[in-house]
């Protein structure tokens, strides 16, 4: 790095290579291309590279990772093509407000006016509305500093996706002598909410004839896990989980859980009639899917809402939002209100499956095999769409992170997260259960699995159709729709071709060995199971 006698010279790209790693960056997931080259010459040894053959598999693989981590991914994408590749994933990652820092490569400065190949035109702009920030610098002196700003950007209000654009020459030039102080920075948000607004709630709790809890995405952490189960038991409160919610925030048996809740307003409206206070909690007021319109709660409900972001808080159509620290506040909750004695009785049971036939499952049975035979600290990645009821009448899930789906509903999320989700969480079991139209979004992230050895179990349950979309033709009066099977797809072919050991079961006694063999394995296995139409509620 020195240059005869002369102080130390840095490039953009060693100063930028030195921030990563002060960003605890040790993996990059991406999928290069020419301009993405000079990027990665010299990269630290300690940092490896994670490739994924589609770009929506590279961002589902750095999103599964992020959630599983709690810190911001950083992924190297092609250009603007394989920006637009990801982009689906990217709806995703910005409900689930997932950190990501993506760097595109840009054409030479120079030469852009021109609009070579490659060239990603407006690049700041292509990203937009997804991410929360987006930049090409001006210069290439600037370069190390927006990448310092794109990981603050990036875990500010809750966290979400931020682009970079870096025009390919500027790796090599001279970083300003000033960079230095990039690498001492740091952002800390406090977000404590002050005692008397902790108090105003405990009070209002305390007050409340029957309070209701609606817990979301954002308590599903050790702590906020643990407050949620405390804060409950302490009123002896029902609990609901979050419409459309893309992780469990609390034990689905636990004797207080009623369920998630449906995603329109007339539901969640008539489920919450008869409570005087709604407190929600690390979620969005609401996030409706299915329009059934209605009042969004009965008289004399009353709602409160607690978010870590100011934008969830301004959008909402009822009740009083407090935006703060959200874990960290119903922590205080829990601890602050009058315990109510009420005798929470034992967790429940699930009720014996349904059974399907001519070898074909029935999803109920496909997941009451898999709560029988996975470790009860298995995480799951959820991407199998008709099968919701079905899933949450068989689950027993008792611990934090034991649930990911893709939160804005953006299929391609199951597998490639499945692949983050077991890189970032380290020795827990991950199995991923995807539904044979969801699969073949995703489907490249299996050569990743196999390349990489993750032992990821993933169950492909393949019912030849793309089953959700048939319950809501059906919903929306449109019985004659096109394009809704997917007939002759061979998963356990196409898993072998991508390097992934791959059988196919057609009863459960086979699902059973099957899951068992792949759960034992240090590597990836996938399962084909045949299974019959179900509806997702
Ligand atoms: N494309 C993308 C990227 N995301 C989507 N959500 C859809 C299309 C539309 N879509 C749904 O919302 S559910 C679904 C589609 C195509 C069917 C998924 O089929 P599956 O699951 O086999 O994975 P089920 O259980 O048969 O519904
Ligand atoms: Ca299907």
């Known amino acids: 790095m020195t240059s005869g006698t002369g102080p130390a010279r840095h490039t953009v790209r060693d100063r930028s290579h030195a921030l990563l790693r002060r960003h605890g960056v040790s993996v990059i997931f991406g999928n290069p291309g020419s301009n993405e080259l000079p990027f990665l010459q010299d990269l630290p040894d300690d940092v490896d590279y994670v490739l994924g053959l589609h770009e929506g598999a590279v961002v589902g693989m750095a999103d599964g990772y992020a959630q599983a981590t709690g810190r911001p991914a950083f992924v190297s994408l092609h250009a603007a093509s394989g920006t637009g590749n990801a982009m689906g994933a990217l709806t995703n990652a910005v409900s689930s407000h997932t950190p990501l820092v993506l760097l595109?490569?840009?054409?030479?400065?120079?030469?852009?006016?021109?609009?070579?190949?490659?060239?990603?035109?407006?690049?700041?702009?292509?990203?937009?509305?997804?991410?929360?920030?987006?930049?090409?610098?001006?210069?290439?002196?600037?370069?190390?500093?927006?990448?310092?700003?794109?990981?603050?950007?990036?875990?500010?209000?809750?966290?979400?996706?931020?682009?970079?654009?870096?025009?390919?020459?500027?790796?090599?030039?001279?970083?300003a002598p000033g960079d230095r102080h990039l690498l001492g920075r740091s952002v800390v948000e406090c977000r404590d909410a002050p005692e008397p607004v902790v108090a105003g709630l405990v009070e209002r709790l305390d007050a409340a004839a029957h309070?209701?809890?609606?817990?979301?995405?954002?308590?599903?952490?050790?702590?906020?896990?643990?407050?949620?189960?405390?804060?409950?038991?302490?009123?002896?409160?029902?609990?609901?989980?979050?419409?459309?919610?893309?992780?469990?925030?609390?034990?689905?048996?636990?004797?207080?859980?009623?369920?998630?809740?449906?995603?329109?307003v007339a539901h969640v409206s008539e489920l919450l009639a008869g409570h005087d206070l709604v407190l929600v909690a690390g979620a969005p007021v609401?996030?409706?899917?299915?329009?059934?319109?209605?009042?969004?709660?009965?008289?004399?409900?009353?709602?409160?809402?607690?978010?870590?972001?100011?934008?969830?808080?301004?959008?909402?159509p009822m009740g009083e939002a407090v935006v703060a620290d959200v874990v960290g506040t119903l922590t205080r909750l829990a601890d602050g209100v009058r315990p109510r004695g009420v005798a929470v009785g034992a967790y429940t049971e699930p009720a014996p499956a349904r059974a399907g036939g001519d070898g074909r499952l029935d999803p109920e049975e496909v997941f009451a095999t898999v709560r029988e035979t996975a470790p009860a600290d298995t995480a799951y990645v959820v991407e199998s769409t008709s099968t919701n009821a079905a899933f949450w009448a068989q689950m027993d899930l008792r611990q934090p992170q034991s649930y990911f789906w893709p939160a804005s509903g953006g299929l391609g999320f199951g597998l490639p997260a499945a692949v983050g989700v077991r890189m970032g969480l380290g020795e827990r079991p991950v199995v991923a259960l995807v539904g044979d139209g969801s699969a073949n979004y995703g489907i490249t992230a299996l050569w990743t699995a196999a390349q990489q050895r993750v032992p990821?179990?993933?169950?492909?349950?393949?019912?030849?159709?793309?089953?959700?979309?048939?319950?809501?033709?059906?919903?929306?009066?449109?019985?004659?729709?096109?394009?809704?099977?997917?007939?002759?797809?061979?998963?356990?072919?196409?898993?072998?071709?991508?390097?992934?050991?791959?059988a196919r079961a057609s009863d459960v006694a086979g699902l059973r060995r099957l899951l068992a063999e792949g759960l034992a394995s240090d590597g990836p296995s996938l399962i084909e199971v045949p299974t019959t139409l179900t509806t997702p509620h």
């Open 211 to 264: 309070p209701v809890l609606v817990l979301g995405p954002t308590l599903d952490t050790g702590a906020g896990y643990a407050a949620g189960v405390r804060l409950a038991e302490a009123l002896g409160a029902a609990v609901w989980v979050s419409p459309s919610t893309h992780r469990m925030p609390f034990p689905n048996r636990h004797p207080l859980f009623r369920g998630v809740l449906p995603a329109a």
């Open 456 to 502: 990821v179990v993933f169950v492909i349950l393949n019912n030849g159709t793309y089953g959700a979309l048939r319950w809501f033709a059906d919903l929306l009066g449109v019985p004659k729709a096109p394009g809704l099977d997917v007939p002759g797809i061979d998963f356990v072919q196409l898993g072998q071709g991508y390097g992934v050991p791959s």
């Open 104 to 175: 595109a490569g840009q054409q030479v400065r120079a030469t852009l006016g021109l609009e070579p190949m490659l060239a990603n035109v407006d690049a700041a702009l292509l990203t937009r509305p997804l991410t929360r920030w987006s930049s090409e610098p001006a210069c290439a002196t600037d370069v190390p500093r927006a990448l310092n700003q794109a990981f603050a950007e990036a875990v500010r209000d809750g966290g979400g996706p931020v682009y970079l654009s870096v025009p390919y020459d500027d790796w090599d030039r001279d970083a």
């Open 286 to 316: 609401f996030r409706y899917h299915q329009h059934v319109p209605g009042d969004y709660l009965a008289r004399g409900t009353h709602l409160v809402h607690l978010t870590d972001d100011g934008g969830e808080a301004a959008r909402a």
